[in-house]
């Protein structure tokens, strides 16, 4: 029987009585319920960096993301492109539909900035990375809560069943760090 300790569980949970009694996860009910929970605070945690990049994104002008985020580093544009690239693996990543701007492997995600690789324009970038994420989120919610603990595309049957925790979800919840420490070093370009 798994239990979760009481003092990582919201103070307001439906789950304090089951914690109480030590009997979370005792039945289908409520590993159901468990799910969902974690589901939604990785929808929510993904949904809040998303839109704290568009803010961001928004709020930087073209001539901004050309500049680098720190003294011989990533240009903002580069890290823009970067995000949109990791957003669209993921579209084949978890099953829902073909990447939309493959192109954007070779620039932004297999060679470093100013590698002399052509980049798209910055308006270009700008729009694939809201379409990215507009797609993304259209699939998120027509998710069933048990298709979240369904394998990624990337992983074996084999290896899924000895690492359950290479699944959807597990995507999620790296790809939500994964923006989260990108988006520290733009908030550099906010001047």
């Known amino acids: 029987m ?10 307001h949970s439906p789950f304090q009585e089951n914690l109480r ?21 990785a929808l929510d945690a993904w949904n809040i960096q998303v839109k704290r990049a568009d803010n961001l994104f ?16 990533n240009r903002g544009i580069y890290l823009l492109g970067h995000l949109t ?6 579209l084949p990543l978890l099953g829902f539909e073909e990447q939309l701007y493959q192109q954007f492997d070779n620039v932004f995600l297999l060679n ?25 989120a259209k699939n998120f919610n027509n998710l069933k809560p ?5 394998k990624h595309n990337s992983v074996s049957d084999e290896d899924f ?16 760090n994964h ?6 070093q733009l908030a550099f370009l906010k001047k």
């Open 21 to 41: 009694s030590n009997k979370l996860w005792t039945n289908t009910k409520d590993m159901t319920t468990q799910k969902e929970l974690f589901i939604k605070l």
């Open 85 to 90: 690239a990791v957003h669209d693996r993921m």
């Open 146 to 150: 048990e298709e979240w603990f369904q």
């Open 179 to 184: 923006l989260a420490y990108h988006l520290g």
């Open 112 to 136: 470093p900035d100013r590698s002399q690789i052509e980049m798209p324009s910055i308006k270009d970038v700008r729009n694939n990375w809201k379409e990215v994420n507009t797609r993304l």
């Open 58 to 73: 928004d709020a930087l002008s073209d001539e901004q993301l050309r500049n680098e985020v720190a003294p011989n580093r």
């Open 2 to 11: 798994k239990t979760i300790p009481e003092h990582i569980v919201f103070a």
């Open 161 to 176: 069943v000895k690492e359950p925790h290479r699944n959807r979800l597990g995507v999620l919840i790296n790809r939500t």
